[in-house]
C-alpha cells in the first residue's frame, strides 16, 4: 500500500476522533434525571390445602415449578455384523 493511503486512513481516523471527542465535549445530559419506573410484582393467588398426597418435606415442595424426575435412559441396541 502506498504512503498516501496510509496517510487518508490516518487523516480520517485522526478526523473521526476528534469528532467523537467534540461530541462528548458538548453532549449536555437530559435535564431532570432519569425516571425509574417500579413495577408492582403479580399477585400470587393464595395456596389451599386439597387431598393430594404430601412428595416429602424439602423446601422444594413450595415451589409453583412442575416436579420432573429424570429417567435413566437404556442403551441402544447394537446391530449384529
Not at 496517510?7 to 437530559?30: C, K, N, Q, R, S
Request: aromatic share 4%; hydrophobic share 45%.
Amino acid at each position: 500500500m502506498k504512503k498516501t493511503g496510509l496517510f487518508v486512513i490516518a487523516g480520517v481516523a485522526v478526523v473521526t476522533l476528534l469528532g467523537l471527542v467534540f461530541i462528548a465535549a458538548t453532549f449536555e445530559a437530559p435535564e431532570g434525571g432519569t425516571t425509574t419506573v417500579v413495577l408492582a410484582p403479580p399477585v400470587q393467588p393464595t395456596v389451599t390445602e386439597s387431598n393430594t398426597p404430601a412428595r416429602g418435606t424439602s423446601p422444594s415442595n413450595n415451589s409453583i415449578l412442575p416436579e420432573i424426575r429424570i429417567q435413566p435412559q437404556t442403551e441402544p441396541a447394537v446391530a449384529a455384523g
